[in-house]
């Protein structure tokens, strides 16, 4: 076929649409590229944690600090970490077209993170009496990991709360709508396994 109708065939719809790449998307993979860009942060500032830990001695927290309470750590991991159930329930509801879903799945998550970061401003209000970030390096290891992981968990819930405004607003469930909900639960999901780490090393391991 020559000529134009060769020049329709080659362009046509038809035929761009069998051009175009299978797999996972673009915003896809840079999600994932970004979260184990952040990943790799979080395992060097904890690694550096453990580093410094058997650095410094046998005493540890040092000085007069005492070892961490767990009884608000551990409420804190009760309401984040489930609160991955309602972002999955939410890009389910995002991929069926369940607007309703949709929003209540991001509603609870929101909730829970809201919760989570209320939980850890009482808990550093309560430290702060006793520790700050320049008292020791245990204090800057400690309010450097936990607050980085806190700024993540409000970029989080930023993303959710926009998402949701969408969803209020009766904005259409198209496929860039689909992706960014499953985009963001990506990003959640790291938020939430990176604080079952953090968990393990600033407020249980001191103990062990």
Same mark, same amino acid.
């Given at each position: ?15 761009? +649409? ?9 915003? @896809? ?14 395992? /060097? ?19 007069? %600090? ?14 984040? &970490? ?6 999955? @329930? ?13 929003? /209540? ?22 430290? &702060? ?10 204090? +800057?290891?400690?309010? &450097? ?7 993540? $968990?409000? $970029? ?38 990176? @604080?079952?780490? %953090?968990?393990?090393? %600033?407020?249980? +391991?001191?103990?062990?």
């Amino acid at each position: 076929m020559t000529g134009r109708g060769g020049i329709m065939a080659a362009t046509g719809a038809e035929a761009l +649409s069998t051009e175009l790449p299978a797999g996972r998307s673009t915003g @896809w993979w840079g999600m994932v590229m970004f979260v184990a860009t952040e990943a790799t942060l979080f395992a /060097c500032l904890l690694g550096s944690y453990f580093y410094l830990r058997f650095q410094y001695g046998p005493q540890w927290p040092p000085g007069a %600090i005492g070892a961490p309470e767990l009884l608000k750590p551990l409420i804190m991991t009760a309401v984040l &970490l489930p609160s991955s159930l309602p972002m999955v @329930w939410a890009e389910r509801g995002s991929r069926h077209g369940r607007r309703w879903q949709l929003r /209540c799945g991001l509603g609870a998550t929101m909730v829970l993170g809201l919760t989570f970061l209320t939980l850890q401003a009482i808990e550093y209000a309560e430290k &702060l009496r006793h520790f700050t970030l320049t008292t020791d390096v245990y204090g +800057s290891l400690f309010y &450097l990991i936990t607050g980085f992981h806190g700024l993540h $968990v409000l $970029v989080g819930l930023t993303m959710i709360g926009w998402l949701l405004a969408a969803a209020l607003s009766g904005a259409t469930i198209d496929a860039h709508r689909r992706e960014r909900v499953r985009n963001t639960a990506i990003y959640w999901h790291f938020v939430d396994a990176v @604080w079952a780490a %953090i968990l393990f090393t %600033i407020y249980l +391991s001191p103990r062990l």
